[in-house]
């Protein structure tokens, strides 16, 4: 079983017209598979962000 490690990332987005941020652990392997704006993306739907 491998071991993946992890970078702390920040993203930023709205709710409910506020500005709101969030830092998430993302693997390295996710990251190297997703772009920026996918992984956003996700967050963005995970928190119930508003679309921009």
Known sequence: MGVCS???VT???RKNGKK???TVR????CGAMMS???ILEQVSKCLG???E
């Open 11 to 13: 993203y930023y987005g």
């Open 6 to 8: 992890h970078s702390k």
């Open 49 to 51: 962000w508003d679309n």
């Open 36 to 38: 920026d704006e996918e």
């Open 26 to 29: 993302i693997c390295n392997c």
């Open 20 to 22: 709101v941020q969030k």
